[in-house]
């Protein structure tokens, strides 16, 4: 199986890629249960609904599912990476919005 081989060896880099990042930061980089669990979140809340009378209505619904997904996981800051976390792998000073326009 050369060509496997010679595709695996080119691709080592990229599949290694999060092996970069901070031990603690490992974990949730190469996990897929953030994504899953959106994606069956969708489905089960428009599967409840059944058939939608057109594609806008689709996208209204799906968007809403994930502005509510947006903010859960804004809130429940233990669960998935924090912005602060991430921070600390930036040369870049963070840069903080004030919530009242100046």
């Known amino acids: 199986m050369p060509k496997l081989a010679t595709l695996m060896d080119s ?13 603690a930061h490992r974990t949730k980089l190469h996990s897929t249960n953030p994504i ?9 809340r428009t599967d409840v609904v059944g058939i939608s009378p057109n594609e806008t ?24 990476m ?3 976390a991430i921070s600390t792998l930036s040369d870049t000073a963070a840069v903080r919005l004030s919530a009242v326009p100046a």
């Open 11 to 23: 691709a080592e880099e990229d599949v290694l890629a999060y092996m970069h990042f901070p031990a």
């Open 36 to 44: 899953e669990r959106l994606n069956g979140e969708i489905k089960r």
């Open 57 to 80: 209505a689709v996208i209204r619904r799906v968007g809403a599912i994930l502005l509510e997904q947006f903010d859960e996981w804004a809130t429940r800051r233990s669960r998935y």
């Open 82 to 84: 924090t912005l602060e």
